[in-house]
């Protein structure tokens, strides 16, 4: 059964529909505790966290890397270790933590010099990009990627890394170039990844300029991708082009949409230069989830992982995730610490 929610979700995945991967993968991942094979396991709770990435829930989408990481690192498995590393820096790009991502990805550039993995030379470009164009820095952006869209990549990962090129050059303005990366890169765009960057292009591409209405040729693209649930792509593009959430909020088609993919992303900033409002808890400096708060209550009882687990019926590895998350947003170093924040 783990095997065919797995299959499903690639199915979803290679059909250009996020939402349908990241249902199949939710389910998939229900099943995991009952998997023998541990790579079986491993791929299922990979392909959780790398669906949710794409699906723009970055909370979750870091529990679950963490929670691979955790399993690879036991079982001492290095390349999956390696996906689950990008997996997490690209959760925490997504929720603007750009500090933690940067000190990640110089853990994961060692690995990587003595790995020689092309799947992780790839997309380790990619995430660098990803970090810069949510930073604000589209130069740099594209000094890691044009030499990593070499031979050595397949043609898919080839395509993801042109697509971010035109993504690129379309918000500095560069719009023949832009046009040049997405004509080079669309034939060979058979992931999702890559034709959810394209259509993020198309969309800052065909921007008409400050205070316009969303052109035609714009929201056709948006629509494709909002429906089929590549929220990271949103989130992304409108990182590189602020203007492009300015004109979705004007247009009013897909306001409420935006509100939450930009909650979900803590973009308060992004959010408030494109008028719109960000329910409080959403802010990077809100409070615990309500999870890590049930957590927290229970580790105040002075409840160990594994009583903590029992009793919300989580396994002991999320219950190690979650806490580490709450020391992280109290800032604190041990039980003792946050049980003073408690009280």
Excluded at 98 to 127: K, P, V, Y
Excluded at 230 to 255: M, Y
Excluded at 276 to 288: D, F, N, Q, Y
Aim: include cysteine; proline fraction near 3%; hydrophobic fraction near 45%.
């Amino acid at each position: 059964e783990i095997r065919l929610s797995q299959g499903r979700s690639l199915v979803g995945l290679h059909e250009g529909s996020v939402t349908i991967a990241l249902t199949e993968a939710r389910a998939c991942s229900m099943l995991v505790p009952y998997a023998r094979d541990h790579l079986v396991r491993l791929a299922a709770m990979h392909q959780f966290a790398w669906s949710l990435n794409l699906g723009g829930l970055y909370d979750e989408a870091l529990t679950a890397a963490e929670q691979t990481l955790l399993a690879a690192d036991e079982l001492d498995i290095g390349f999956v270790t390696n996906h689950a590393l990008v997996a997490k820096s690209r959760a925490l790009t997504g929720l603007r933590q750009f500090g933690t991502a940067t000190q990640l990805l110089i853990g994961i550039e060692r690995r990587q010099s003595l790995d020689g993995d092309h799947w992780l030379i790839g997309n380790l470009a990619l995430a660098r990009a990803r970090l810069c164009i949510s930073s604000g820095d589209l130069d740099r952006a594209a000094e890691y990627l044009i030499p990593a869209a070499d031979a050595h990549l397949p043609p898919a990962g080839r395509a993801e890394h042109e697509a971010f090129c035109g993504l690129i050059d379309a918000a500095r303005g560069r719009l023949s170039e832009a046009r040049r990366w997405i004509e080079s890169c669309t034939p060979h765009s058979r992931n999702v990844e890559a034709r959810g960057v394209i259509l993020a292009a198309q969309c800052v591409l065909e921007l008409d300029g400050p205070a316009r209405p969303l052109p035609e040729a714009c929201a056709q693209p948006l629509e494709a991708l909002i429906a089929s649930g590549h929220h990271d792509a949103v989130v992304v593009a409108c990182r590189a082009q602020p203007e492009l959430a300015k004109s979705i909020v004007r247009d009013g088609r897909w306001t409420d949409c935006l509100r939450s993919i930009l909650t979900a992303s803590r973009d308060s900033a992004l959010a408030r230069v494109a008028g719109l409002e960000i329910p409080r808890a959403g802010l990077r400096a809100g409070p615990l989830s309500a999870r890590e708060a049930e957590v927290y209550e229970l580790m105040a009882q002075g409840r160990t992982n594994r009583e903590i687990s029992q009793t919300l019926f989580i396994s002991e590895s999320t219950t190690k995730v979650h806490v580490r998350h709450i020391f992280e947003k109290l800032g604190v170093r041990s039980r003792v610490e946050a049980v003073r924040a408690f009280e």
